[in-house]
């Protein structure tokens, strides 16, 4: 079946800029997390949904960042003021629940990432 | 806060069992650990989790020993296509997925 999709595949903006990234989970994950990651660097955590609502948004790393899920699918990363240390890959993951009984995580399902550049 | 540690880079030749060994110094009782693979301009691709002593698939083995402090991936026969960063996660409480900076293991010919 369909993996986790994310549009725009790249992304340039000026500085100071709004942007949206969207991100298409695998139809029927309950789980949505977005990750940025730089150059070099291992992804890093932004935020994870639970359905509709952000059960952890401990990552984002300041209030110009914002994330939503409204109908539990698809999930939209939005910056605003965007700065040019914003430029990264942003990656999409998706699993069925976030950990199936017994507490044995459950396998994240990444998207390719948009590469947001920011001049 | 769950850290790994593991090898920055790595080189093997086409053929050879390659082993990966990461640190969890405070892994927690109920704490799992993963590993993903990653391909330039991909995203991660899940390998293998496991808890405790040996999980088997596929495509590779992951050694955990009995105090859980450290685990070993071990890829059998690697090809030039196994040329990836390789990471290891120990997974803690809500299941965001901290990422170290990974091994970079090139495949040689």
């Known amino acids: 079946g369909a993996g986790v999709s994310q549009t725009p595949s790249n992304k340039v903006t000026e500085k100071g800029k709004y942007v949206e990234l969207r991100c298409d989970p695998i139809?029927?994950?309950?789980?949505l997390y977005w990750y940025r990651q730089s150059l070099g660097q291992g992804p890093e955590f932004l935020i994870y949904?639970?359905?509709?609502?952000?059960?952890?948004d401990s990552g984002l790393p300041n209030d110009r960042f914002f994330a939503v899920r409204p109908e539990g699918s698809v999930s939209t990363l939005k910056i605003q003021r965007t700065e040019r240390g914003d430029s990264a890959v942003y990656l999409c993951?998706?699993?069925?629940?976030?950990?199936?009984?017994?507490?044995?995580?459950?396998?994240?399902?990444f998207g390719p990432g948009t590469r947001l550049t920011v001049l | 806060l769950a850290k790994t540690t593991q090898p920055i880079s790595m080189d093997s030749y086409e053929g050879q069992e390659v082993n990966i060994t990461c640190s969890h110094n405070?892994?927690?009782?109920?704490?799992?650990i993963t590993w993903y693979q990653q391909f330039p301009s991909q995203g991660p691709r899940f390998i293998i989790q496991?808890?405790?002593t040996k999980v088997t698939n596929e495509v590779a083995s992951l050694f955990i020993p009995a105090d859980r402090k450290s685990s070993t991936l071990s890829l059998p026969r690697v090809s030039l296509s196994d040329t990836a960063v390789y990471y290891c996660?120990?997974?803690?409480?809500?299941?965001?997925?901290?990422f170290g900076t990974g091994t970079r293991l090139k495949v040689l010919a």
């Open positions: 996660l120990h997974i803690a409480g809500t299941y965001k997925y901290i």
């Open positions: 405070n892994i927690a009782t109920n704490d799992y």
């Open positions: 139809s029927g994950h309950t789980a």
């Open positions: 993951a998706s699993s069925l629940t976030q950990a199936s009984g017994g507490g044995k995580p459950n396998e994240q399902f």
């Open positions: 496991g808890y405790k």
């Open positions: 949904f639970q359905g509709t609502g952000a059960a952890d």
